[in-house]
């Protein structure tokens, strides 16, 4: 799996257009527009960390942002977490074998960004079209800050595990959500969300 997401991002992002790197007034830029401070980076190397930024109103709408320093940042990765549309957390992305994933993206200068979504069971949850609408928010929230964020446009890939999945392939084949979007990596998708095609 890691080989294969590597060999698409190099083939996706190839040919970006001149971006500046991060400098410390960049950096001190992010803080002020995102309300946050970097946190501890989980991965060796020299990346910013953003941990828990809101780009919603409703309970689980965070995400979390890493961005290579001192290179040109090629494009980025928007991860959505697997459970079920029942249970995860984006802090699953940072072990195991997407921990692997994250970190060979990031040493290709492409950031990353892991997102997380309202349950079906959350009060604010009206089924899945709200989990399927947050990846939208995901998407439109960092679509609106590339330019701060130094990510190149249209050169964004969607990319999930099972019902994160299936929030990146609505999106990317969507196009009010798109726009950006280069590509899509599915891991452990759902072929259907028609109940009653789920048995065929």
């Not at 309970?59 to 991860?79: H, M, S, T």
């Not at 960092?142 to 964004?156: A, E, F, G, H, V």
Request: include cysteine.
């Amino acid at each position: 799996m890691t080989k294969s997401l590597h060999i698409i991002l190099l083939f996706l992002i190839i040919g970006c257009s001149k971006v500046e790197t991060l400098d410390s007034t960049n950096i001190n830029n992010l803080e002020r527009s995102l309300g946050i401070d970097t946190s501890e980076n989980p991965f060796e190397g020299d990346y910013l960390f953003f941990k828990d930024i809101n780009y919603g109103n409703k309970e689980r709408n965070q995400l979390d942002i890493l961005l290579p320093q001192g290179n040109q940042i090629l494009g980025a990765v928007i991860f959505f977490h697997g459970g079920a549309f029942l249970f995860g957390t984006k802090d699953d992305l940072y072990e195991g074998e997407i921990k692997e994933i994250i970190a060979s993206i990031l040493e290709q200068n492409i950031a990353v960004i892991n997102a997380e979504y309202t349950f079906i069971n959350d009060a604010q949850s009206e089924g899945v079209i709200t989990s399927l609408e947050d990846g939208t928010s995901v998407i439109n929230f960092i679509t609106d800050r590339l330019m701060l964020l130094n990510i190149p446009r249209n050169k964004l890939i969607l990319a999930g595990v099972s019902a994160g999945a299936g929030i990146a392939q609505w999106n990317g084949f969507r196009e009010i959500s798109n726009r950006q979007v280069q590509g899509i990596f599915a891991s452990i998708a759902q072929s259907s969300y028609d109940l009653y095609q789920w048995e065929q």
